[in-house]
């Protein structure tokens, strides 16, 4: 499975509408890839909390209609990273697409755990509550984004509904970029699965950005990491390794806690 990463730089002097044409431009030169992901709020900045409510879209607007195009065109997987949607209540959500080679929306996941603690994203958006996985031919992805990295139970809840790839898409800060490899890879090792995460590049309202999106296998081993500026990271890798990994190393059998019920 051949699937592109591509780590997006914001730039502040760059319109939202430049950005998404941009976008689309780089999701049609992986042509020929599986799966194509994009880094969460990369139409706006996940630092940028100010232009939150002027740039919220519905959930069919303009990015769901660009993204949707995009994954047509390249006839790829097209996981279009997150964007700041405005639900007909007015709630604002930091909301995640999957798009189907045909360019029909699979799945939405609208990320649980919000960033900011009494300020951001955690006060001005409301919080999903559903775990989401999405069945590609070649393997099944777990859906999060960014600060849901830190909380690892979502993660094995996506493991029990039958993850074998685990997309983080971020707007990670330079600041704590240790604990992002760290943590991808972690989450990798414990739930013998892919970890595909990835972030953005640039600068978001004066927050720099880690870059250095990552892509691990089962065992923890780093396939590829890409640096600081924006670039696309392109990996091949066999989604059969998972199932062969657990077979190999049945930790998960032993789990006594949080146990979910078994599936029917």
Known sequence: ??????????????????????????????????????????????????????????????THEVMA???????????????????????????????????ERSALYRKIHRFGFDKGEAVMMGAGDELVTVTLPETTLGLATCYDLRFPEQFR???????ETLVVSAGWPERRRAHWTLLAQARAVENQ???????????????????????????GEVLAQAGADEEILTVEFDPAKVAATREQFPALKDRRLGLAPPRI
């Open 157 to 163: 809840g996506l493991v029990d509904a039958g993850a």
């Open 69 to 103: 195009k995009a994954a047509a065109d390249a006839g790829v997987w097209l996981h279009a990273g997150s964007f700041v949607e405005r639900a007909p209540d007015g709630t604002l959500y930091n909301t995640a697409l999957v798009f189907t080679p045909d360019g």
């Open 1 to 62: 499975m051949r699937a592109s990463l591509i780590q997006i730089a914001v730039d502040p002097d760059e319109s939202v509408e430049s950005r998404r044409e941009r976008a689309a431009s780089l999701v049609l030169a992986q042509r020929g890839s599986d799966l194509v992901v994009l880094p969460e709020l990369w139409p706006v900045g996940a630092f940028a909390y100010t232009v939150f409510e002027q740039e919220a879209e519905p959930l069919q607007g303009p």
């Open 193 to 219: 699965a892919y970890v595909l995460a990835l972030g953005t590049a640039g600068s978001h309202a004066g927050v720099p950005q880690a870059g250095h999106s990552i892509v691990v296998d089962p065992w």
